[in-house]
């Protein structure tokens, strides 16, 4: 299927390209392995949580990856974090949700769709009724993607947080029910929440600098095998893990 403009009126053409595109494993691999060398996050796990990660990878279980955003850095430094990981298994098989402008350059749209970026027509930009038909579709998707295999990472803050970097901000009800639509087609997501750190920040509405993206801080929580039956208490469980894992990056920077 030849690669449609990422617009929203044109939502309906670019989800069903986003439905079946696979990316390059072996560029994905290549390009993961820079930015590990590049950025060099330091990663620390829960107890337990290394070797319950390597076992439902191992059963081919989908990731639902939920992390805080910071900065513009973060699809950056959380793609190094992914290659000195466990994650570094599954490169190629994760999708990764980007707001629809990140693709409307096409040098930077061939980057993101190598990495395995989907696209996201936020309310913020368009207008919540605007967006509403095709955040369901995305959705769907991401399911349909789920139930065949695939990981989805998402920033359920929707935004990068400017208020406190050490307190996750309101998580949205789309993560939710993207697991519950994987769930009806059969998938058993499993959901791995990963907290971000750059250190403290004084003033959180600052923007992230190169040098400081490159330290850091990097926490895997413990996978959570078994989620709840509603959208709603998948969102709230996803805010008190993620709350979690990022203290757990906090403390190790």
């Known amino acids: 299927m030849e690669r449609p403009e990422v617009l929203l009126d044109n939502a309906d053409t670019v989800y ?3 439905r079946d595109h696979r990316q390059n494993r072996l560029k994905a691999w290549g390009a993961y392995a820079i930015l590990g060398r590049r950025y060099h996050p330091r ?5 337990g949580a290394q070797k319950l990660l390597h076992q439902v ?3 081919r279980r989908p990731l639902l990856v939920a992390l805080n955003h910071l900065s513009e ?3 950056f430094t959380v793609a190094a974090a992914a290659w000195r990981s466990e994650l570094r298994r599954v490169i190629g098989r994760v999708r990764v949700l980007a707001k629809d402008e990140l693709f409307l350059d096409p040098d930077q749209r061939r980057k993101i769709d190598m990495m395995g970026g989907i696209p996201v027509f936020r309310g913020k930009d368009h207008g919540l009724r605007a967006v509403n038909a095709a955040g369901q579709r995305m959705m769907d998707i991401c399911a ?7 990981g989805i990472a998402v920033f359920p803050e929707g935004t990068c947080n400017e208020v406190d970097h050490t307190e996750v ?6 993560i939710g029910h993207i697991a519950f639509r994987a769930m009806k087609l059969g998938a058993q997501p499993v ?5 971000l750190s750059y250190g403290p920040r004084p003033d959180p509405s600052v923007p992230v600098t190169k040098e400081e993206a490159k330290a ?3 926490y895997f929580g413990v996978p959570i095998t078994e989620l709840p039956t509603k959208p709603a208490e998948i969102a709230r469980l996803v805010r008190t893990d993620l709350q979690l894992a990022l203290d757990g990056a906090v403390a190790a920077y």
């Open 144 to 150: 349909e993607r789920m139930a065949n295999g695939d």
């Open 169 to 174: 901000q309101p998580v949205g009800s789309g």
């Open 216 to 218: 850091a801080s990097f």
């Open 73 to 75: 850095s973060d699809p």
């Open 57 to 59: 990878i191992r059963q």
């Open 43 to 47: 990663v620390t796990y829960a107890e």
């Open 191 to 195: 959901l791995l929440s990963l907290g």
């Open 16 to 18: 069903d390209f986003y």
